[in-house]
C-alpha cells in the first residue's frame, strides 16, 4: 500500500511558478509510475503529466506542454510538477498518483491505483 502527500500549492499571481511535491510512504516508489492530474472547479479531473519508474520518459499534456515539467527522485520517494507561467486557468487541486510501472505511460485515471488528497493551486490576475 502506497500513501502520497502533495504539498506546494498556494496562491499566486499569474506568471509566476510553483513547484509541487508528491511525497511517497509505505511502499517501494521506484516500480511505481507516476501521474499528475488536476481538476479545477466544476469540471472533471484531467490528467496533466506522468513519468515512468526509471523516470527516462515522461509526458506532459499539450495544453501546459512547455511550461510544466515533471520529475522524480527515487532517492527520496518524491515526485515534482515544475510549473511555469501560470495562468488563470490553471487554478485547480492537482492530486499525484501511482500505479505499477508498464510498457505504455498512463494518462487516464482508471490506469492509478493510489492517490494523494490533493494541493491547492490558485492562480489570480
Known amino acids: 500500500q502506497v500513501q502520497l502527500v502533495e504539498s506546494g500549492g498556494g496562491l499566486v499571481q499569474a506568471g509566476a511558478s510553483l513547484r509541487l511535491s508528491c511525497a511517497a510512504s509505505g511502499g517501494t516508489f521506484s516500480p511505481y509510475d507516476m501521474g499528475w492530474f488536476r481538476q479545477a472547479p466544476g469540471k472533471e479531473r484531467e490528467f496533466v503529466a506522468t513519468?515512468?519508474?526509471?523516470?527516462?520518459?515522461?509526458y506532459v499534456k499539450d495544453p501546459v506542454k512547455g511550461r510544466f515539467t515533471i520529475s522524480r527522485d527515487n532517492a527520496k520517494n518524491t515526485v515534482y510538477l515544475q510549473m511555469n507561467s501560470l495562468k488563470l486557468e490553471d487554478t485547480a487541486v492537482y492530486y499525484c498518483?501511482?500505479?505499477?510501472?508498464?510498457?505504455?505511460?498512463?494518462?487516464?485515471?482508471?490506469?492509478?491505483?493510489?492517490w494523494g488528497q490533493g494541493t491547492q493551486v490558485t492562480v489570480s490576475s
Open positions: 498518483a501511482a500505479r505499477r510501472t508498464m510498457t505504455l505511460l498512463a494518462t487516464s485515471q482508471d490506469e492509478y491505483d493510489y
Open positions: 513519468i515512468t519508474w526509471s523516470g527516462g520518459r515522461t
